[in-house]
């Protein structure tokens, strides 16, 4: 069974610029979740959607949106980005039902020059 | 909201020995799920562990078992026989019983010594 797939990988952007990741999620998984991962502020919660619907959002700008698409794959925008924007974007996916875990993909690398 | 608590940034241990990686949480709910997160230099988390708080036995999962105490908000996570695989970051990680959305503590690195 495939895991989570994220794309791209690695990615470049200059400030201001707008910027699009992808996530995949396991076969039959159809919630899907963002975090964002920086070495001052740890992992943190961006969003995540079930059935095309946001469930739950994390404190983060309006900078940051996503959404789903009925096969369950999901994107995440970052607009106006900003120096700060520079991070790892981990997706990750579950089943949906109480205590489900969470499995994540490896990540996209964007660096905001 | 949750918060998540590892106060050990760094902690290293011998190869073939044991090592404990503390972490404590807050919250008021009684319901909840704790985890145990592996994060190698490859940066994909990988699940370790999980508990479910309603369960009073401690989980295990091969050489790596955890020691929940309920009462004390305490999720420690134990590494047994240490191999030189498990040098990662580890990080412990609260979900609440309803909604997908993971607290995650700051990680703890660990370096195994030859």
């Known amino acids: 069974k495939a895991g989570v797939t994220q794309t791209p990988r690695y990615l470049i952007k200059t400030r201001g610029q707008q910027v699009t990741l992808s996530c995949s999620p396991i076969s039959g998984h159809r919630s899907v979740s963002w975090y964002q991962q920086t070495p001052g502020q740890g992992l943190q919660f961006l969003f995540e959607?079930?059935?095309?619907?946001?469930?739950n959002k994390g404190n983060f700008p309006g900078r940051f949106s996503g959404r789903q698409f009925s096969n369950s794959r999901s994107e995440m925008n970052v607009s106006t980005l900003e120096l700060g924007d520079s991070a790892l974007y981990l997706c990750?996916?579950?089943?949906?039902?109480?205590?489900?875990?969470?499995?994540f993909g490896e990540g996209s690398w964007l660096t905001v020059v | 909201a949750q918060t998540v608590t590892q106060s050990q940034p760094e902690m290293s241990v011998q190869e073939a020995e044991t090592v404990t990686l503390s972490c404590t949480y807050d919250t008021s709910e009684s319901d909840y799920y704790l985890f145990w997160y592996k994060q190698p230099p490859s940066r994909q988390m990988i699940l370790v562990i999980r508990?479910?708080?309603?369960?009073?036995q401690n989980a295990t999962e091969n050489r790596f078992s955890v020691n929940f105490q309920k009462a004390a908000k305490s999720f420690s996570l134990k590494i047994s026989d240490s191999q030189l695989g498990d040098a990662a970051m580890y990080f412990c990680a609260y979900r609440q019983n309803t909604g997908n959305q993971f607290y995650f503590g700051t990680g703890t690195s660990l370096t195994v010594i030859p």
């Open positions: 508990q479910e708080a309603y369960k009073q």
């Open positions: 959607y079930f059935s095309e619907t946001q469930r």
């Open positions: 990750a996916s579950s089943l949906v039902g109480s205590g489900n875990t969470i499995y």
